[in-house]
């Protein structure tokens, strides 16, 4: 949906919002219902929710970013480059692990 439609959308009372396609939930559905975490438990913790403080360039860098990119949300993208980061970082760790390895058995003989 277009930024304009949300905007005059958020502009709107309740009461000219049009309702009539979305039927009511019956009182059995409504006793059936079931928070979201129980019912999709491996969803909810593939995402833990963080207060951080940023510099506003670098927000404004990624919501610029997602925008021209297309993607999500540029929280969907801090989270892609985060994790790129941690992927390149794990082959380096290794090397260094076995290095010290191999330090610790030279000096060992």
Not at 33 to 42: C, I, N, S, T
Not at 63 to 74: I, P
Not at 90 to 106: A, D, G, L
């Amino acid at each position: 949906m277009p930024k304009s439609d949300l905007k005059r959308i958020d502009k709107m009372s309740d009461e000219d919002i049009d309702y009539s396609d979305i039927p009511p939930l019956t009182d059995e559905q409504l006793a059936s219902m079931q928070p979201w975490r129980e019912v999709l438990p491996a969803l909810a913790h593939q995402k833990t929710r963080v207060t951080i403080s940023l510099d506003a360039d670098v927000i404004k860098w990624f919501k610029k970013s997602a925008q021209n990119t297309g993607s999500k949300s540029y929280q969907a993208l801090m989270n892609a480059v985060l994790r790129q980061y941690i992927k390149s970082q794990k082959v380096p760790r290794q090397e260094s692990r076995q290095r010290e390895r191999h330090e610790e058995w030279s000096a060992v003989k």
